[in-house]
């Protein structure tokens, strides 16, 4: 497992941006694919966006695509989504994710998650 810190939350106007970071301690994330989730109270966790080992391929919720980027530096261990044209219904807590496998959208490859970093935005 690897621990994962992400930041970059807080709050937006609507169609406003704000890009969230997530790093590894100690650790590359290379050998990692990596994914963002996110969850609003009372629902299920929301996958969002991944990008393989390799960040030569990705994917996007239908809900995200167009507005949301996501891409990995992994000389310095860190992923980032980019989020334009934010929506209030993109309000909720966002999760950074490792998995062991190539690429996935699915929440039960992921294997390391970080803590979470809120996001709101207001209407």
């Known amino acids: 497992q690897v621990q994962l810190v992400e930041s970059g939350g807080g709050l937006v106007q609507a169609g406003g941006s704000l890009r969230l970071s997530c790093a590894a301690s100690?650790?590359?994330?290379?050998?990692?694919?990596m994914g963002w989730f996110r969850q609003v109270p009372g629902k299920e966790r929301e996958f969002v966006a991944a990008v393989s080992r390799s960040g030569g391929n990705t994917y996007y919720a239908d809900s995200v695509k167009g507005r949301f980027t996501i891409n990995r530096d992994n000389a310095k261990t860190t992923v980032y989504l980019q989020m334009n044209s934010l929506k209030p219904e993109d309000t909720a807590v966002y999760y950074c994710?490792?998995?062991?496998?190539?690429?996935?959208?699915?929440?039960?490859?992921?294997?390391?998650w970080g803590q979470g970093t809120q996001v709101t935005v207001s209407s």
């Open positions: 100690g650790r590359t994330l290379s050998g990692y694919a």
């Open positions: 994710a490792a998995a062991v496998v190539y690429l996935s959208r699915e929440a039960s490859d992921f294997g390391s």
